[in-house]
């Protein structure tokens, strides 16, 4: 019976001893005994130690010695095809600068937006998730804005699809940019966000985004059901082939802020008689949790999901590994905001190398386990992986 030895706990090793004498007294193997060669010998620092050789049979680090080696032992490769840019567009011409995304503004989403898009495609990115800027004029408290067949999401993503017909076109699925209180439900007088009421809203966003061309349609709003019922509303419309991205486990998290600044989305106070919740905790999950992004993705993948979504990604590794572990779906992590934001920030004040440490990030992503990773770096780190 052959026996395997366990990867955590290597064996120790029996080693048989070749020439001890030589290598204690020594740090160097006999030259002399070498073919002739023009290379050097490498010189130790004044004041080096001479000690024999620790008895090592497992030494790692000979694996790390050149970056050929490195190359050739390298695990994950990020690729600008596993990358989805999220771009926020308004109804207007210009492109406005987002204070604190710097390096992101809202587009126009006849120019700034297709131009933009364009540079992404240049630089091997082939698939975006568009967030609309809706006017405060156009928001309800039932955000029925969400459905408009004339919206600006639905002219932005046919616009898209136009215009780069095998452009990979997400979008975003969930109330808050289109409703007054800034959820991503509908809101009751006593502060319950409703769920199957905002289902059936949902369910025609979705129809409405297919219709208007959309590849990819992508809930972020964690109502229950709502892969569901959005599934069977677009095979009841004849959209078979638009696939489902769910936001699975989307945890109630502070890095959403910048995000919420762009599009004017967060929560609006309440008052006696309407009572709003500052935050989401009513609906997206507890970051203390981990149990739950299984139930949430047992569910999503029953009903129907294509793809399952961990978001935040930096402060959710673990979870990225828990789904993918789980399920035989593919699975994305989105890099919010407030990611995008620090990284910017501490690369400004000259804390960090936004280079390196943003393509670290984006390697940890997908080390962790997902197939597909949505950042507003996507166009920057797709032409620094190029320049690589
Ligand atoms: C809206 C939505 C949010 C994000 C994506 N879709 C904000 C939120 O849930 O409050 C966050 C993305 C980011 O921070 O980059 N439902």
């Known amino acids: 019976m052959s026996r395997v030895a366990s990867p955590c706990s290597p064996r120790i090793p029996i080693r048989l001893k070749f020439n001890t004498l030589v290598r204690a007294s020594s740090a160097k193997s006999d030259a002399s005994l070498a073919p002739p060669t023009t290379r050097k010998p490498a010189k130790v620092p004044e004041g080096t130690p001479v000690i024999p050789p620790q008895d090592l049979a497992s ?5 790390r010695r050149s970056s050929t080696v490195r190359d050739a032992f390298r695990e994950t490769i990020l690729t600008p095809s596993n990358f989805i840019y999220p771009i926020f567009v308004h109804d207007g011409d210009d492109d406005i600068p987002i204070g604190s995304m710097p390096g992101q503004s809202r587009l126009g989403w006849k120019t700034g937006m297709i131009n ?13 998730v568009v967030f609309p800027k809706t006017p405060d004029n156009l928001k309800t408290p039932t955000a029925e804005e969400c459905y408009n067949p004339n919206g600006l999401a639905q002219r932005s993503i046919s616009l898209l699809k136009d215009t780069f017909p095998d452009l990979e076109v997400y979008t975003d699925v969930a109330l808050d940019p ?65 696939a489902i991205m769910s936001y699975t486990a989307k945890y109630n998290s502070a890095y959403y802020g910048p995000f919420r600044d762009a599009l004017a ?16 905790a009513e609906y997206q999950m507890d970051p203390a949790n981990f149990r739950e992004c299984l139930r949430e993705a047992a569910l ?5 999901a294509d793809i399952l979504m961990v978001k935040p990604a930096g402060a959710y590794l673990d979870i990225i590994r ?37 393509l670290e990030s984006l390697i940890s992503i997908k080390r962790a386990g997902a197939d597909l990773t949505l950042t507003y770096y996507a166009v920057d780190a797709a032409k620094w992986i190029q320049e690589l």
Not at 265 to 280: C, V
Not at 300 to 304: I, L, Q
């Open 59 to 63: 030494r790692p680090r000979r694996n």
């Open 116 to 128: 933009k898009v364009r540079e992404a495609r240049a630089a091997g990115v082939n698939q975006v």
């Open 178 to 242: 289109y409703n007054t209180m800034g959820h991503d439900g509908m809101v009751r007088s006593d502060g319950v966000i409703m769920n199957d009421e905002t289902v059936y809203y949902l369910c025609k966003q979705a129809v409405s985004q297919a219709r208007a061309g959309a590849d990819v349609i992508s809930p972020s709003d964690m109502m229950d059901g709502r892969v569901g019922a959005i599934r069977e509303a677009l095979d009841s419309e004849g959209f078979t082939n638009v």
């Open 265 to 280: 989305s967060a929560p609006r106070p309440g008052n006696e008689d309407w009572k709003i919740p500052l935050d989401k």
């Open 300 to 304: 999503d993948e029953a009903e129907g």
């Open 322 to 358: 828990a789904l993918k572990d789980s399920t035989t779906l593919p699975i994305s992590a989105y890099q919010v905001s407030g990611e995008y934001s620090m990284l910017k920030a501490a690369a400004a004040a000259g804390y960090l190398n936004e280079e390196e440490a943003v």
